[in-house]
């Protein structure tokens, strides 16, 4: 089965910061093979998708000039998701359909992290590449956990505003919103009477826990 392990464009920020002048490719390439065996010393390919689901990040675009690559992403992204006992592969924000497609098929899921991009233009309101990728994504998300394939999307901050601007079609004003909120809790609306019997991501949960967080 075909993978894109993440290591080719892990960039952790606070090592960038630190990697300046002329030898910053050099001490880029260094890094990355540091990285390689840290993650390569734990990798067991026979045990991918048996039971280490294999999980995709959506890169960013490069927006420092200086870095010698034209996606990345930071490292505590690829963290987040192999602590969790999973694996991470690269979903690269400018995919061609014929790469992206098979890809996807031989993923688990896909995480869509934070980000500092412009997602759509204020002068043509034209969507990023970023987000036209992540569209396919989420489309293709809904066709597989309708055809009984569970493929969640996991979003954090600006990925979790992507989720919400996909479901509402792209309608930014309506979507977005200027709210002032601190230290306050909020109930969770559930679309389903019984999520622990509708959802697998809620199936493992409590039931207190489910009363709590809609209550």
């Known amino acids: 089965m075909k993978f894109f392990i993440s290591m080719a464009v892990i960039l952790m920020a606070s090592t960038h910061a630190k990697m300046q002048g002329k030898h910053l490719e050099e001490n880029l390439q260094s890094y990355f093979k540091n990285v390689q065996a840290k993650y390569n010393g734990k990798l067991d390919l026979d045990r991918l998708q048996v039971d280490i689901p294999v999980v995709g990040i959506l890169t960013m675009p490069s927006y420092d000039e200086d870095f010698p690559f034209d996606h990345f992403s930071w490292e505590h992204n690829i963290n987040f998701i192999q602590y969790a006992g999973t694996y ?38 034209e969507p990023h590449t970023y987000y036209k990728t992540a569209r396919k994504i989420f489309d293709y998300a809904k066709k597989e956990n309708d055809a009984a394939r569970p493929f969640p ?14 479901a509402n079609k792209d309608n930014f004003t309506d979507t977005m919103a200027n709210v002032d909120i601190y230290a306050s809790s909020r109930k969770l ?27």
């Open 88 to 125: 991470a592969a690269v979903i690269k924000y400018n995919e061609a359909d014929e790469d992206l497609y098979p890809l996807l098929d031989s993923l688990n899921g896909v995480y869509f992290t934070g980000g500092p991009l412009d997602l759509f233009d204020d002068d043509t309101n």
């Open 189 to 215: 609306n559930f679309m389903d009477r019984n999520p622990k019997e509708t959802s697998k991501l809620m199936s493992g949960f409590p039931a207190d826990l489910i009363e709590k967080m809609s209550s």
């Open 153 to 166: 999307i996991f979003a954090i901050c600006q990925g979790f505003e992507i989720i919400h601007l996909l």
